[in-house]
């Protein structure tokens, strides 16, 4: 953990604190996410501050994991924080695949911008259950992309595709007959049609989770990321660290909720005394301050394996699963020690209650993650027998 790190961290987490909660009852933050003006007008309060992409730097290095946990968790103490300062899902996964293995080329064109925060960025994995496509099993892909002369034609449905309505770039996973394939495209594209924006618990990204109609979609070879058949391979490099990301904002959204609660009940009163007081409020609270430790250790532990280079495949769907699930029981019992104000909008804790249930099931449910590692129990098991 680098001093240079911390310093980034403590910028973010002030900025955030003073810049962008102020944002949080803003009537552009709709049941979609905030609007592109909103969103727009955050970037360049973060821009102007140089925290905009803190992440990454002016000569294109990243941080660490590690030191991203630190970043992101501060950007994460307002939902509003990781979109203003350029870190949300899906732009900061995204970002990151293409600056491993993207072309230069394909770097220009499609990861600039997104550094720049000019523009945000979709993943179009997930397929509609109705069509049998492809969910947390992506071996059920039915999108086909099939070669035409320099060109490849894709077509499909895609759905929970966060943030399409309003995205510029997108990351297209069709099968090929060599297999899962992944193709980079600018948007809009008439070939890619919004079916409908769906109505979900969360609303804190930008252009909600849409259902879309990918037809006859025409994409230059040039356009594809990494060989033919790669697309799984390409994908797991985004996988795993996004799903840590995803446990490093929310840990930040949790930790606020927390500081909402201590001081409601610090400063609230009945029978005859503070509610912190009572022992069934305090303990809540200090309930809390162990699930937050916890989840702060194993997004440490998970960082740490991948920035020893490790694929950290299951170490990743164990801390998922982990801080996803510590997560939910600390936003739970903050809008049960706030009693009504909890469930109501006057502060963000019933918003982050939302986000962190929905994030029980994005990027993998709880129990796929725990099927998975049931194999991999299995699979060890079976190596020692040998």
Same mark, same amino acid.
């Given at each position: 953990?680098?001093?240079?790190?911390?310093?980034?961290?403590?910028?973010?987490?002030?900025?955030?604190?003073?810049?962008?909660?102020?944002?949080?009852?803003?009537? &552009?933050?709709? *049941?979609?996410?905030?609007?592109?003006? $909103?969103?727009?007008?955050? +970037?360049?309060? @973060? !821009?102007? %501050?140089?925290?905009?992409?803190?992440?990454?730097?002016?000569?294109?290095?990243?941080?660490?994991?590690?030191?991203?946990?630190?970043?992101?968790?501060?950007?994460?103490?307002?939902?509003?924080?990781?979109?203003?300062?350029?870190?949300?899902?899906?732009?900061?996964?995204?970002?990151?695949?293409?600056?491993? &293995?993207?072309? *230069?080329?394909?770097?220009?064109?499609? $990861?600039?911008?997104?550094? +720049?925060?000019? @523009? !945000?960025? %979709?993943?179009?994995?997930?397929?509609?259950?109705?069509?049998?496509?492809?969910?947390?099993?992506?071996?059920?892909?039915?999108?086909?992309?099939?070669?035409?002369?320099?060109?490849?034609?894709?077509?499909?449905?895609?759905?929970?595709?966060?943030?399409?309505?309003?995205?510029?770039?997108?990351?297209?996973?069709?099968?090929?007959?060599?297999?899962?394939?992944?193709? $980079?495209?600018?948007?809009?594209?008439?070939?890619? !049609?919004?079916?409908?924006?769906?109505?979900?618990?969360?609303?804190?990204?930008?252009?909600?989770?849409?259902?879309?109609?990918?037809?006859?979609?025409?994409?230059?070879?040039?356009?594809?990321?990494?060989?033919?058949?790669?697309?799984?391979?390409?994908?797991?490099?985004?996988?795993?660290?996004?799903?840590?990301?995803?446990?490093?904002?929310?840990?930040?959204?949790?930790?606020?909720?927390?500081?909402?609660?201590?001081?409601?009940?610090?400063?609230?009163?009945?029978?005859?005394?503070?509610?912190?007081?009572?022992?069934?409020?305090?303990?809540?609270?200090?309930?809390?301050?162990?699930?937050?430790?916890?989840?702060?250790?194993?997004?440490?532990?998970?960082?740490?394996?991948?920035?020893?280079?490790?694929?950290?495949?299951?170490?990743?769907?164990?801390?998922?699963?982990?801080?996803?699930?510590?997560?939910?029981?600390?936003?739970?019992?903050?809008?049960?020690?706030?009693?009504?104000?909890?469930?109501?909008?006057?502060?963000?804790?019933?918003?982050?209650?939302?986000?962190?249930?929905?994030?029980?099931?994005?990027?993998?449910?709880?129990?796929?993650?725990?099927?998975?590692?049931?194999?991999?129990?299995?699979?060890?098991?079976?190596?020692?027998?040998?």
């Amino acid at each position: 953990m680098t001093e240079n790190a911390r310093a980034i961290a403590a910028r973010v987490e002030a900025f955030v604190r003073h810049a962008i909660i102020p944002h949080e009852h803003d009537p &552009r933050c709709g *049941a979609h996410g905030p609007s592109e003006e $909103l969103v727009a007008e955050l +970037r360049d309060k @973060a !821009r102007a %501050a140089g925290v905009l992409t803190p992440h990454i730097s002016a000569d294109g290095t990243h941080l660490c994991h590690r030191e991203v946990a630190i970043v992101l968790r501060a950007a994460g103490l307002s939902p509003l924080g990781p979109v203003a300062v350029n870190v949300a899902a899906p732009d900061e996964g995204n970002m990151y695949l293409l600056g491993k &293995r993207a072309s *230069a080329a394909q770097k220009t064109r499609f $990861l600039d911008p997104l550094i +720049r925060g000019e @523009a !945000r960025s %979709a993943f179009f994995m997930t397929e509609p259950a109705a069509d049998g496509g492809a969910g947390s099993d992506p071996s059920m892909l039915m999108t086909t992309a099939v070669a035409d002369g320099d060109h490849w034609i894709v077509n499909g449905r895609k759905a929970f595709i966060t943030g399409a309505a309003g995205a510029k770039v997108g990351i297209v996973m069709a099968k090929a007959e060599q297999g899962a394939t992944l193709f $980079l495209v600018d948007l809009p594209d008439p070939a890619i !049609r919004i079916e409908r924006v769906l109505d979900t618990i969360d609303s804190s990204m930008p252009g909600g989770h849409a259902i879309v109609a990918i037809d006859e979609l025409r994409i230059p070879a040039d356009q594809m990321l990494g060989n033919p058949g790669e697309g799984f391979q390409l994908a797991q490099v985004r996988l795993a660290p996004a799903r840590l990301t995803h446990c490093m904002r929310w840990l930040g959204a949790c930790t606020r909720a927390q500081e909402i609660a201590v001081d409601y009940a610090n400063r609230r009163h009945a029978f005859g005394k503070s509610l912190i007081d009572h022992e069934g409020v305090g303990f809540m609270l200090a309930e809390n301050l162990i699930d937050l430790k916890q989840a702060d250790l194993m997004i440490d532990w998970c960082a740490g394996v991948l920035d020893d280079g490790h694929p950290g495949t299951a170490e990743s769907s164990m801390a998922k699963v982990a801080v996803s699930e510590a997560l939910m029981r600390i936003a739970d019992r903050c809008v049960q020690v706030m009693g009504g104000t909890g469930v109501s909008g006057d502060t963000v804790v019933e918003q982050v209650f939302r986000e962190v249930r929905a994030f029980r099931i994005y990027d993998g449910p709880t129990e796929v993650h725990k099927w998975s590692l049931a194999r991999k129990v299995r699979r060890d098991w079976k190596a020692v027998q040998a």
